[in-house]
Every structure is written in C-alpha cells, then in structure tokens.
C-alpha cells in the first residue's frame, strides 16, 4: 500500500505538471507533496484526506494523481478526521507564547 517513504517528495503525474511545470497549479502540487514528504503515513493520509474534502467533488481523484495515496488511504485519513479518533490533547496544540499580545500594552504608549 504504502509507496512513499517519509522524506521522499512524491513527482505529481498530472498533465498540468507534465506539459506546464512552471504553472501555478503545477506549484501547488508540488508544494502539497512537500508538504505531504514531511508527514507520518498517519498525518499524511489525514492532511490529503482534509484537502480532498476541501476540493470537493473530484477531490479524492485529484489528490490519488499529485500526491500518489491510494483512494483508500485518503478516504481512511478522511474517516479518521471525521471521527476524531486518536485526538490530540488541547493543552499541547499551541505552543506557550504564542497568541495575540494583550490590547492594554499597546494603548500604554
Ligand atoms: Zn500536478
């Protein structure tokens, strides 16, 4: 199932990035496989699986030619998300100093 290899950028098959490599969407795609390169297969399938869903229809199509995951994978990483399975627990989602800066500092000037 799994052909990739963490660190390893996927090359899109699409037509736009094999006739307009310089394109924008060909950037796109190429930015999503970076993007995806970086990733655990769990993070991975779950990330593709958003972006899939966001496309809308022919997303799941679109996402299996640039980012080469199975249909399979991507609906399972949708699944996933879907059920909140295996939730990251709130207090380790920001990172401490992250967040607006308090108003009253700056009407202090
Ligand atoms: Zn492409």
């Given amino acids: 199932m799994a052909n990739r290899k963490q660190g390893e950028v996927h090359q899109c098959d699409c037509d736009v990035c094999a006739e ?3 394109s924008k969407e060909a950037r796109e795609h190429l930015k ?3 993007m995806v390169s970086t990733l655990d ?3 991975a399938r779950r990330v593709v699986g958003l972006m899939a869903g966001q496309i809308g229809r022919g997303g799941i ?3 299996m030619v640039v980012t080469g995951l199975s249909r399979n994978t991507i609906t399972r990483g949708q ?3 879907e059920t909140a399975e ?3 627990p ?3 989602v920001r990172a401490s100093g992250g967040g607006r800066k308090p ?3 700056k009407a202090q000037s």
Wanted: proline share 8%; no cysteine; aromatic share 0%.
């Fill in 20 to 22: 307009h490599p310089r």
């Fill in 86 to 88: 295996d939730p990251v």
């Fill in 103 to 105: 108003l009253e500092k």
């Fill in 61 to 63: 199509a679109l996402m």
């Fill in 32 to 34: 999503i496989n970076r």
């Fill in 79 to 81: 699944q996933e998300l």
């Fill in 41 to 43: 297969e769990k993070n």
């Fill in 90 to 92: 709130t207090n380790r």
